[in-house]
């Protein structure tokens, strides 16, 4: 519990980060040298703020290449740090590397930063590189001779020749890498070769070249290059190379049973090729090992176009996964009120219960506050077409958790308003005897949503197993006391 409420107090104290001017990129399109840096900070700047991504003032710095004298001055003050923890786990060697910031990653490397810490997806400093884009041999020498074993074997056994082959057009980083014991023969764990992983930004010359030198393709070549990358989605012509040049099969599968479609349906403007793959055939309703359909997959996108276009290719509308879930759910939670609304109005049902809960668990389960630029009134939208539509939003869960415990987790007060009309029980207790009022006073960040519970009637005295008041989970929580927020009115 007490890990649970310092998460807490740690999450809140990072959003706090705002108006703080080493925070926006602007500052560093100037490029700032130290002096510029050090008035910044005497004006109230902290250097050492992260935003609500996690991305500190020192991780700006690099990404936006700023001086090295500026960013070692930045690494130097409080609160910083060589090995300091920054969005997605990362260190700053992490983003020194991906930037090919030479000196700096000597720097980090010389103060004995971890050259062998992985980041939030597994990826190491020099793998995080490779696999967006680091083409320099500088950098990779640099990590070599600290140690790092240039044959290491990254996720599914992907070396670094593979993970950096796509970005490398003249082949020159693989030249110096075959150097180091690396092999254009090389593949990974599954079976992909250095073809399959330089198809992934569609270079068709890169891939002819790749040819000449004999490196085989497999059917892996297309789904990477579906995948495409953070910056780059694949033309049709790189896929009429691959199936009518290089003859790969278009319905191929991953490791997954995923065919092309499931990647193509996530990424925008890909009509024309997602219909060259159909008249090739493959198949909408193909599913993956977890049940799962590239239909389902394009309704938790916003393209309802595309969607449209494809409804009628679809065999069952209401066809559900390994999960229950079905085209409704993956709407429902990551769509707009249009795709739930068009689904329904074509025979989506309503009132399946997945394993993990109906349409109005998931529905609350997604919710989120609105970021700049978006439609605050989604939600809501969502949840009146719900209720409209029969589903039923006083079931509870399997844990005998109502709406209210999602909503307290959760720690938004707009949520819970948006109960109010719903007629679900406020006093529920799930299986360990906690009502929403309990979860929400170990929750809280202040006694706004307590209050609000109260008034509506949530009882007072309702124990947990453990015999525990609201009052009693109150005091524990740090967040409560460490503003000496009063809460008596619990008692």
Not at 88 to 100: I, S
Not at 150 to 168: E, F, R, V, W
Not at 175 to 193: F, I, M, P, V
Request: negative net charge; aromatic residues 8%; hydrophobic residues 40%.
């Amino acid at each position: 519990m007490k890990k649970i409420l310092i998460a807490i107090l740690l999450t809140t104290t990072i959003a706090k980060a705002q108006d703080n001017s080493m925070l926006a990129g602007d500052f560093w399109k100037q490029k700032p040298d130290v002096e510029t840096v050090k008035a910044e900070i005497t004006k109230g700047n902290n250097p050492a703020q992260a935003n609500r991504g996690n991305h500190d003032v020192v991780s700006f710095a690099i990404n936006n290449e700023a001086p090295l004298a500026t960013i070692l001055y930045l690494i130097d003050q409080p609160g910083n740090s060589i090995d300091k923890t920054t969005h997605d786990g990362r260190l700053y060697l992490h983003w020194a590397a991906n930037r090919g910031n030479v000196e700096l990653v000597k720097y980090l490397i010389d103060q004995g930063s971890e050259i062998n810490r992985t980041d939030d997806k597994g990826a190491t400093p020099i793998s995080f590189a490779a696999g967006n884009g680091q083409t320099n041999p500088a950098i990779y020498e640099l990590f070599f001779k600290a140690g790092i074993d240039p044959k290491q074997k990254y996720k599914n056994g992907a070396n670094l020749l593979l993970l950096s082959i796509s970005h490398d057009a003249d082949l020159k980083l693989s030249d110096y890498l075959t150097t180091k014991g690396l092999s254009l023969k090389d593949a990974d764990d599954l079976g992909r070769t250095v073809f399959d992983y330089a198809a992934r930004n569609g270079n068709i010359d890169l891939l002819k070249n790749l040819q000449k030198k004999g490196v085989k393709a497999t059917g892996s070549a297309l789904i990477i290059a579906s995948q495409g990358s953070r910056w780059n989605s694949n033309g049709l012509d790189v896929y009429k190379y691959l199936v009518e040049e290089v003859k790969l099969d278009p319905k191929t599968k991953d490791e997954n049973g995923a065919n092309v479609l499931f990647n193509l349906v996530r990424n925008k403007d890909q009509e024309e090729i997602i219909q060259y793959f159909l008249e090739k055939g493959v198949d909408f309703n193909s599913t993956d090992k977890e049940g799962n359909n590239a239909f389902m997959e394009a309704t938790a996108t916003k393209n309802i176009d595309l969607v449209k276009s494809i409804l009628p290719k679809v065999k069952d509308l209401n066809a559900v996964n390994a999960k229950g879930e079905s085209a409704l759910f993956f709407a429902v939670q990551s769509s707009s009120p249009e795709m739930v609304s068009y689904l329904i109005e074509n025979g989506a049902k309503t009132n399946f219960r997945a394993k993990d809960g109906n349409l109005a668990f998931y529905l609350f389960q997604s919710y989120r506050p609105a970021r700049p630029n978006e439609n605050a009134d989604e939600f809501a939208d969502k949840l009146n077409i719900l209720v409209d539509n029969g589903v039923d939003f006083r079931e509870l869960q399997e844990n005998g958790s109502s709406l209210y415990h999602v909503a307290a987790s959760k720690n938004d007060l707009n949520l819970f308003r948006s109960l109010e009309k719903l007629n679900i029980d406020l006093n529920v207790q799930d299986k360990d005897g906690m009502t929403a009022l309990h979860k929400a006073a170990l929750m809280a960040k202040d006694d706004s949503i307590l209050k609000y519970l109260v008034s509506l009637g949530a009882k007072k005295d309702i124990q947990t197993e453990f015999e525990e008041t609201a009052y009693d989970l109150a005091l524990e929580n740090e967040f409560l006391q460490e503003n000496i927020t009063n809460i008596e009115f619990l008692k």
